[in-house]
């Protein structure tokens, strides 16, 4: 404890844990620290459910019929990942797929409240073509936009359809496509994932981007229905596999401390962090945002359901997991509501029953009630367990302590934001960003060096 | 053509047995393609030589270096035995120094088809805590098999964990142990013939499910379709 440290990391949620990761591997001697005596943070899994019902202070064991505790790997957030996104890229970067299984998520759905029904997002031209979400011709000027969206190049003004990709906005382009408000609904929050509105007036290129890495991540791999992965055993065996790598990279690792205080000099910089007593040195100090209170701001709350299901969700053809989008504009609100399904098949509950998480930004002073129209969708509930949590991100300048302070996991429904926060983070602490393709290049100059 | 090409950069195999993406050589024991893999993790308390083993394992070498350097960057290792004929690869885990400070992590445990319980032949704290160690493994590795190892065979102290010692202790935990050998690290003594018995155990163990499980296969084209379960389903329903 009383060693000295390039860096200490409080807090193995995922963004904490990657970050210790990489720092390890890029040969910084790192501690790492944790108030809990789990890994993971907010993005652990919780097992056995008792340990569910104790959270949520509803007693001390889960009811008999819902099996075997141990079966259950309860997420707290509920995220899925990008197949072509950041965080797989970092997971394969550093090799830490190596602990992981995933299966693919096998459909993804968009809400339309005029039908109050839900509708399988097309993965496929024949899925496109079939699909009852929009009448014929809508479906042949969205198809229009999708096909200038797979062939747009910004460094290529002959795919641009006379469109300056520096000057046009989102909402422009669909007007030059003629889509309807449905059909923007759809690719502004189902295809590009936008959470609210404020994409219609930023640069269509950003737009573009994001349904071009949907549909890469959904062609990833073969007979996928959707662009998203899902790790057996649950969320938490992320953050765990990265702590992994830290460790075996020189990496040490303490749960269960207490305090975890960052300590100052008087001139405001970080000099280590005290626990029971102790002082471990350090010069930098990553954490997450509870455990350097003074320093964050809170900038909304976000409020979840987990709902334990011991069926399906109506009509997802059964689907053992699947996402549902319910864009704002459905139902009136700023915000899109996101509903994750997993089940037993991913080794996160046992057999028979499936965990369905419910999520938004809170909007009003009734956010239970804010959430209706996703528990509406879900059939008859097991068991509910409501969450509202405040998200913070770091006030300004206060990197210049030393203390860089990660933010809050959001509503999204994937890991992109995480992915970003992180190598926003590594940028700082290293004074570079991150670099994906040095290994690769270092491995090239290593071949070429022995030849 | 170009999915290949993703597939074998991104290291992510498609599954078609178990429906599942995995690294190359993933952890568990795929029936698909190649030889059978089993899945074994080092247990045991910091400094009972888990690493030593695991770098005898790996490439038949030792290190007197202490600490975490001696396997900087390496946790896994895989090598291949014979078992009457039939080509098994063990894959084998280290802890990463993990243990020394704190829990080591449910993903440790994940799919691991056989645990190796290590601890100093010299220090008999190291081995009366085993009973813990194994109520972990039993939690969290469901179905595997438990080994015992005494390391530090080579050397000569006063106190040693002694036969009665190891009879006691499996009769306490109720015969959960396949297997108990007593190695040196050192000098490489038993370590190979160690592994090369748990090939064994662990193969023969694995064919007696195979042939179970034969009986109850439901053959493809048989079973119904699904979807006409899911019309049936929907019109019911709506």
Known sequence: MDEEYDIIVLGTGLTECVLSGLMSVGGRKVLHMDRNKYYGGESASLTPLDEVYKLYKMGDKAPEHLGRGRDWNVDLIPKFIMARGKLVKLLIHTGVTRYLEFKSIEGSYV?????????????????ALSTSLMGIFEKRRFRNLVVFIHGFDKNDPRTWKELDPQKTTTKEMFEKFGVDANTQDIAGHALALYR???????????FIERVKLYFESLTFFRDSKSPYLYPLYGLGELPQGFARLSAIYGGTYMLDKEGCNIVYDDDGKVIGVESGGEVAKCKQVICDPSYAADKTKKTGQVIRALCILNHPV????????????????????????????????????????????????VETDNP????????????????KFITIKDMYEPVENSEKSGVFISKSYDATSHFETTCDDVLDIYAKVMGEPFDFKKDERLEQQQQQDEM | MSQEYCLVASGLQYDTLNNNYRQKNGRRLTMATGAPTYKIILCGEYGVGKSSLFRRFMNDTFSMEKGKKST???????????????????????????????????SYYRGANAAL?????????????????????????????????????????????????????????????????????????SVKDMFADMARVLHRENAKKMTL?????????????????????????S
């Not at chain 1, 239970?368 to 068991?383: D, F, H, V, W, Y």
């Not at chain 2, 699904?226 to 329903?237: L, M, Q, R, Y």
Request: charged share 25%.
């Open chain 1, 196 to 206: 609210n509105e404020d994409y219609k007036n930023a640069s269509m290129v950003e």
């Open chain 1, 368 to 383: 239970e009630k804010e959430l209706e129209p996703a528990i509406r969708l879900l059939g008859s509930i097991e068991q």
């Open chain 2, 72 to 106: 900087i960057g390496l946790d896994q290792a895989s090598q291949s035995f014979q078992v009457g004929g039939e080509e098994v690869k063990l894959t084998l885990w280290d802890t990463g120094g993990m243990e020394r400070m704190s829990f080591i992590g449910q």
């Open chain 1, 111 to 127: 809400y339309k409240g005029q039908k109050d029904a839900i509708y399988k997002v097309p993965s496929d031209e024949k899925e």
């Open chain 1, 314 to 361: 109506a009509n997802t053809k059964d689907a053992l997991s699947t996402q549902i989008i319910i864009p704002q504009n459905q139902v009136n609100r700023r915000h899109d509501i996101y509903v994750s399904v997993v089940s037993y098949t991913h080794q996160i509950a046992s057999k028979g029953f499936y965990l369905a998480i419910c999520s938004t930004t």
């Open chain 2, 117 to 189: 319980l290590c601890y100093s032949i010299n220090n008999k704290e190291t081995f009366s805590i085993l009973s813990q160690y194994i109520l972990d493994i039993v939690m969290n590795a469901e179905g595997a098999k438990i080994f015992l190892c005494g390391n530090f065979a080579d050397c000569e102290a006063e106190d040693r964990v002694n036969d009665a010692d190891i009879e006691n202790f499996t009769r306490e935990c109720g015969n959960v142990l396949s297997g108990s050998y007593q190695v040196s690290c050192k000098d490489g003594t």
């Open chain 2, 213 to 237: 499980r034969k009986d109850l296969v439901i053959q493809p084209g048989v079973t119904p379709e699904d979807d006409d379960i899911h019309k049936k389903k929907c019109c019911t329903s």
